[in-house]
């Protein structure tokens, strides 16, 4: 059974960084990369960034492009979503989720498991 665990988020002023970490309890073969989504209130759950396990072709959207990185540690079935420059538009919770298929244009469409999700706060 897959639990994925988020933590590191907290509150920032804008301008700041955060670093959101993703552990996995383990990965099963049919999971092949983790996705990063958030979700503001009143507004619909977004991916914001992908990656897969067996190719360097992560996604990002174009809101986060060149602020997030998404970077994983095989060993500690970790992924790390590095945010710097956050905006207030950036606060919401985020989640991780594992998917038996990311791409590098658009989030993964087929989720297998979510994680519990970590609230970030930009305040200006």
């Known amino acids: 059974h897959v639990q994925l665990v988020e933590s590191g988020g907290g509150s920032v002023q804008a301008g700041g960084s955060l670093r959101l970490s993703c552990v996995a309890s383990?990965?099963?073969?049919?999971?092949?990369?983790v996705a990063w989504f958030r979700q503001a209130p009143g507004k619909e759950r977004e991916g914001i960034a992908s990656?897969?396990?067996?190719?360097?072709?992560?996604f990002y959207a174009d809101q986060v492009k060149g602020r997030f990185t998404v970077s994983r540690d095989s060993a500690q079935k970790t992924v790390y979503l590095h945010m710097n420059d956050l905006k207030p538009e950036d606060s919401a919770m985020y989640y991780c989720?594992?998917?038996?298929?990311?791409?590098?244009?658009?989030?993964?469409?087929?989720?297998?498991?979510w994680g519990q999700g970590t609230q970030v706060t930009v305040s200006s």
């Open positions: 990656m897969p396990f067996t190719a360097h072709s992560p």
């Open positions: 989720a594992a998917s038996p298929l990311c791409f590098s244009t658009q989030p993964p469409q087929r989720i297998y498991v």
């Open positions: 383990v990965y099963p073969a049919k999971v092949n990369c």
